[in-house]
């Protein structure tokens, strides 16, 4: 996106590693611990703020939201596991609790990450997930990977 569409990236990573690694991609980048939010100034604004694999590894991932979703003029877009597919179900028929990653805070399903946006007052813009349409009425159970575009805090006001 860099070289073809000419936008300014900034990426914040706690991983002093992960951010030499943007570095050497010719993404700017700072070493910061989002836990209590993305710590930008009050007139910092970026069209989208993404959080890629991001908030199911936090300890307060609604305070991480509302901070993105402050801070946007387009939109959040957010990506996290979706707990209810049917891979991990397998595994608690099992006995084991799913394997997605020991390194995980927070466990949504589809239907338990527009829950969570519909009691924090987040207004979901969109959905996606890399299945075919005709196969969309079992997102909740087929889709491993979740999708989310929310409405920036200043489009959720005018409405």
């Not at 996606?128 to 989310?148: E, I, S």
Request: with cysteine.
């Amino acid at each position: 996106m860099i070289k073809n569409k000419d936008v300014k990236v900034t990426g914040l990573d706690i991983s002093a590693t992960a951010c030499e690694k943007a570095g050497q991609l010719g993404i700017a980048t700072e070493i910061r611990d989002i836990t209590n939010g993305l710590g930008l100034s009050d007139d910092t604004f970026y069209d989208y703020i993404l959080l890629l694999e991001v908030i199911e590894h936090t300890a307060y991932p609604q305070r991480i939201l509302n901070d993105a979703i402050s801070h946007a003029t387009k939109g959040v877009i957010v990506t996290i596991p979706n707990s209810a597919y049917i891979k991990w179900r397998i595994q608690m028929l099992r006995g084991y609790v799913p394997r997605q990653s020991f390194t995980h805070l927070h466990f949504w399903s589809v239907k338990d990450f527009e829950l969570f946006c519909k009691e924090a007052n987040m207004k979901i813009l969109e959905f996606r997930t890399f299945l075919p349409n005709h196969l969309m009425k079992f997102k909740n159970l087929l889709a491993w990977q979740q999708c989310w575009l929310l409405s920036p805090k200043r489009n959720n006001n005018q409405q």
